[in-house]
């Protein structure tokens, strides 16, 4: 990595101080109607607008994952046929080991009970993560609509052809991910106000690693990286050279 470790731990733990600073004054959050409560976050300028842009969510492997499997509960949504493959689903998160699935979700009931805007929002309220079956992501966009987009809570493709969908679950659970749009900012979460703050760095560290191996051009176009929190001002722990 081009970035100096130091560099990081240095802006986490400023960072952290921020954070309790907030917490002391009982200010609330700005950004807590957006689902995002306190957060640390990697922010990756490009130096060249990509030449398409996505909603795509790409996966980041981090040490330490953001959620915990323990108390994370993740909505499964699957392919069906007029609710034929969500009963089959259902029965088979049911007799797998724990990976935190509490609810299964056929496309069919996703369709037709969730229609009105105020039935997304709440179901887009009701999980921590959402893991798609990757046959069934392309339509999901239209069926779910803006607060999922909105909230950076859209679902995460998982490879349901496999048997052991229970590693595959974990396996999404366990990343961050980071959000290609179509400007120059990348921006990928790495970290919660609970988290000790040398598991932040790890993670801060970590995705930046990965990150940059998804950018096209790699280093080479990558103009500068920040850290900071959801309230926070941006601090810079990487500039390239002019």
């Not at 859209?154 to 496999?162: A, E, H, R, S, W």
């Not at 990928?188 to 950018?215: F, P, R, W, Y």
Request: include cysteine.
């Amino acid at each position: 990595s081009r970035v100096n470790p130091a560099q990081i731990k240095k802006a986490v733990a400023a960072l952290a101080k921020h954070l309790e600073k907030v917490k002391a004054e009982g200010k609330t959050q700005l950004f807590e109607e957006d689902g995002d409560g306190d957060y640390y976050s990697v922010m990756l300028s490009t130096r060249r607008v990509p030449q398409k842009g996505s909603n795509k969510l790409v996966p980041v492997k981090i040490p330490n994952p953001l959620l915990n499997p323990d108390k994370t509960e993740i909505c499964l949504i699957v392919k069906d046929h007029q609710g034929e493959g969500h009963k089959e689903a259902k029965k088979k998160v049911a007799d797998m080991e724990a990976c935190g699935v509490a609810k299964v979700l056929g496309i069919s009931k996703l369709r037709n009970n969730y229609k009105p805007h105020e039935a997304k929002r709440q179901l887009c309220d009701s999980y921590d993560l959402f893991c798609a079956d990757a046959r069934v992501l392309p339509i999901l966009p239209k069926l779910l609509g803006k607060s999922f987009f909105k909230k950076k809570k859209q679902p995460v493709p998982v490879d349901l052809t496999k048997k052991d969908w229970a590693a595959q679950i974990r396996k999404a659970a366990a990343a961050t991910y980071a959000h290609m749009g179509a400007g120059t900012c990348i921006h990928v979460k790495v970290g919660t106000s609970g988290m000790e703050v040398t598991k932040v760095a790890e993670n801060a560290i970590a995705a930046i690693d990965d990150l940059v191996q998804h950018v096209p051009r790699k280093w080479s176009n990558v103009q500068s990286i920040y850290m900071k929190t959801n309230e926070s001002v941006a601090l810079p722990v990487y500039n390239a050279l002019p």
